[in-house]
């Protein structure tokens, strides 16, 4: 399913892989812009049709067909968009390659029109292993890099994060990308998870006391059994959605030391950041009122260097002293 061509005779410094056209197929429809196209395409209907008079003549006729015709027409505009997300997605990548030679790594992709790489390791200044919600119950995951470019020169991806495997398995992406930069990622793959019940309870209350503040409002004028029902139902969700970035929340280093990784989510999207030391612009350790009571819990935030500028990654609701050890070490550095 996800080919590496990897000769076992040819020289350490030289590594090379493959993307498979099943694996850019499962890159699609686990993208998440589907949803966001789907979104965009009603928001569009609506900005055309000012007066409300398409979507009456719609909606006329979804009574007159039945809900169950209305269902069959959505997951058809769905299907479509899906198709659509699988043909654009098979010929930016058809042929996605990526070798190494010396310090120097080499991306190629494209079916109509070649699109190639070179990037030196000198530049990449942090590695991110990704998985949203769909690719996480798959066990996939996409490994991109996030570098500093010569913003005077004609470079691609100066302004945005280069894909170095669009997707791979889970349980072998650490050691894949090992085998093109083995002084960032260690061989095996890293399991981060929170040390109690903290810090999930702690994110899934502040996701629960900000949705209310920010919705919770509008009960008071559309308050009926289906929206009664519908707050339940996203009160849930958006608590399982800070339990998860609880649970999954942590710090570690590897490679005797010389590499930090960060693990966090946003929603149900995890994110593992591996970057050394000398590549961190700033680190901060902070605690707010309530922590500090405590002195027990404290927010990691780390700050990345790119060509937009600086990138955040923030470990929230750390242990004091798992927290206090980055970043003693840190300044250590």
């Known amino acids: 399913m996800f080919q590496s061509a990897a000769d076992a005779n040819e ?28 979104a965009l395409v009603f928001g569009l209907i609506s900005r055309i049709d000012h007066n409300g008079e398409l979507y009456s003549k719609i909606f006329s006729e979804m009574t007159a067909l039945g809900i169950v ?9 769905l299907l479509l968009l899906f198709i659509f997300n699988i043909i654009k997605t098979v010929i930016l990548y058809y042929g996605f390659t990526v070798k190494k030679e010396g310090h120097h ?53 100066a302004k ?28 095996k793959n890293l399991h981060i998870h929170s040390k109690d ?23 008071y004028f559309f308050c009926n059994p289906i929206t009664v029902l519908l707050a339940i139902l996203l009160s849930g969700l958006v608590f399982a959605a800070g339990f998860y970035k609880g649970k999954v929340t942590g710090t570690t280093t590897i490679l005797d030391g010389r590499v930090l990784v960060m693990q966090t989510a946003h929603l149900f999207d ?27 819990r404290a927010h990691l935030m780390v700050l990345i260097r790119s060509d937009n500028g600086v990138s955040s990654v923030e470990c929230r609701y750390l242990p004091l002293k798992e927290a206090k050890a980055i970043y003693q070490e840190y300044q250590r550095k």
Do not use: C
């Open 11 to 38: 020289e350490p410094k030289k590594r090379a892989f493959r993307a498979s056209t099943f694996s850019l197929f499962l890159y699609a429809i686990t993208a998440p812009e589907v949803l966001l196209q789907f």
């Open 69 to 77: 015709i209305v269902i069959a027409l959505v997951l058809a505009f």
């Open 105 to 157: 790594l080499h991306i190629q992709r494209g079916l109509f029109e070649v699109r190639s790489l070179s990037l030196s390791e000198s530049r990449i200044q942090s590695l991110q292993i990704e998985q949203n919600i769909w690719r996480n119950l798959l066990g996939l995951a996409t490994v991109r890099l996030r570098i500093i470019t010569d913003r005077n020169g004609d470079d691609e991806v």
């Open 160 to 187: 945005r994060l280069p894909t170095l495997l669009p997707l791979v398995k889970m349980k072998t992406a650490a050691s894949v990308a090992h085998r093109f930069l083995p002084e960032l990622v260690a061989p």
């Open 197 to 219: 019940w903290y810090q999930s309870l702690a994110m899934g209350r502040n996701g629960l006391l900000w949705f209310w503040l920010l919705l919770g409002w509008t009960l």
């Open 270 to 296: 995890k994110k593992t950041v591996y970057v050394p030391w000398n590549r961190i612009q700033s680190m901060t350790l902070s605690q707010s009122f309530w922590l500090s009571l405590s002195n027990q």
